[in-house]
């Protein structure tokens, strides 16, 4: 503990904003008191890099706010803060720093308000704005080491993401942490590797079809499955208020996500580890996303392609990849046969009858697609290529609506 009286110290925190920056801040005995665990882990020289980096953080609710918190107590020297929401009362469960103080201030203001009387000697500024086409130049501009995609909003984070490639910048994003609750399930990969999450599958689709970018953006994610879905603002029980009253920004969502805070929070701490990490030159290997049995998923794409070969004469009708058919076997049918959807032992042990599963078109007439694939067991699929899809809704109404969810499933996260 520094023995360092109120008033020098507050002189000394003065002459060091207004006249040292970066490497020099820890020369000074409070900062490298308050930055000493840190010195200690990456040592001195690599604390100088983290100390004069520049970080863009945009998006300040649950997962911004926590990495921006972890960036400027980690002794990053410069931050841009940029969020055009304001502070509600439903934020405190997941905010980093805002009380009920903040509430109705800007998110941005907020964050630099709390953060100044944490780290004063931090350049902090904040941008009360939307990131869009329009506000790039203003946003990215600087050269900063490292960009924080916070967003979560589809079309805003698939415009910054590819405005930080095109620029050259390092950037790491954050896909969805709402309606969650495993920690376990957080992992950092390539977007192309993220799986499980609705908002990566949307992101990765755009920028390939918009942008022509394929990977090569590391994404924070969870493995595990959204365990509720948006709710609906309510009046009461009998009547839905209009969303667009809550709007602050035209064309974002407004539903409700139900979020337990810890996770955002985890996800935001994920995020500011791996950025600081990388700004001390500190080397980490992330662990792998492993895809447990990839091998099945090749079996069971080359099972269809003969199978197609064999029943229509050409595997020219099967439109759907190696990635497509993991969604299609994991997240609609569970690794089950179609005919077998009971919830019981689902995710144990869920290849242990792989040998007796293949992929089938559920509506013969058209081509093999995540929105007309079927999985079965050998003998249920020749029973089905032997039967009609109207005979189906005949004699099995049940079976019919199940498979015309789950299909119209697949229609909606392929915007089909």
Not at 48 to 73: C, D, N, P, Q, Y
Not at 136 to 141: C, G, H, M, T, V
Request: neutral net charge; proline residues 4%; glycine residues 6%.
């Amino acid at each position: 503990m520094l023995n360092v009286s109120v008033g020098r110290g507050r002189k000394r925190l003065k002459d060091l904003r207004d006249g040292l920056a970066g490497s020099d801040l820890l020369t000074d005995e409070v900062v490298s008191e308050q930055l000493t665990r840190n010195i200690q882990f990456f040592g001195m020289e690599s604390q100088k890099k983290v100390t004069e980096s520049f970080v863009v953080v945009i998006g300040l609710g649950g997962v911004g706010s926590h990495a921006a918190s972890m960036l400027l107590r980690s002794g990053v020297g410069r931050l841009l803060l940029v969020d055009f929401d304001q502070v509600s009362l439903s934020s405190l469960n997941r905010h980093a720093v805002a009380t009920r103080e903040d509430v109705g201030i800007p998110k941005a203001i907020c964050l630099q308000k709390h953060f100044s009387a944490i780290y004063p000697e931090c350049q902090i500024e904040a941008k009360v704005q939307l990131y869009d086409a329009s506000s790039e130049e203003e946003i990215l501009s600087g050269n900063p080491d490292f960009v924080l995609d916070c967003i979560d909003n589809i079309d805003t984070k698939v415009a910054l993401l590819a405005a930080c490639v095109r620029r050259g910048l390092r950037v790491l994003s954050a896909t969805g942490a709402g309606a969650r609750a495993d920690p376990t399930r957080i992992r950092i990969a390539d977007l192309q590797e993220s799986s499980n999450d609705p908002l990566s599958r949307a992101v990765r689709y755009r920028l390939r079809k918009d942008y022509g970018i394929d990977g090569g953006i590391p994404v924070v994610f969870s493995l595990e499955k959204p365990k509720v879905k948006l709710l609906p603002f309510k009046i009461s029980a009998a009547e839905e208020e209009n969303p667009l009253d809550y709007q602050i920004v035209p064309g974002f969502r407004v539903r409700i996500i139900p979020v337990l805070g810890t996770i955002p929070a985890i996800f935001g701490q994920v995020m500011a580890s791996y950025v600081v990490t990388r700004l001390a030159g500190f080397s980490v290997q992330t662990e792998p996303v492993v895809n447990l049995d990839l091998d099945h998923y090749r079996i069971l794409h080359q099972r269809l392609l003969e199978h197609e070969e064999l029943i229509y004469g050409s595997a020219g009708q099967v439109l759907v990849d190696i990635e497509e058919i993991m969604y299609v076997v994991k997240e609609l049918w569970h690794g089950r046969s179609a005919r077998d959807q009971s919830q019981k032992g689902i995710g144990r042990k869920m290849w242990r009858s792989v040998n007796e599963l293949m992929l089938v078109r559920w509506d013969k007439s058209k081509p093999a697609t995540v929105s007309n694939l079927i999985l079965l067991k050998f003998i249920e699929a020749e029973q089905h290529e032997s039967t009609t899809i109207d005979r189906i809704r005949e004699e099995e109404p049940e079976f019919y609506s199940l498979v015309t969810r789950v299909l119209r499933r697949a229609e909606m996260d392929f915007a089909l």
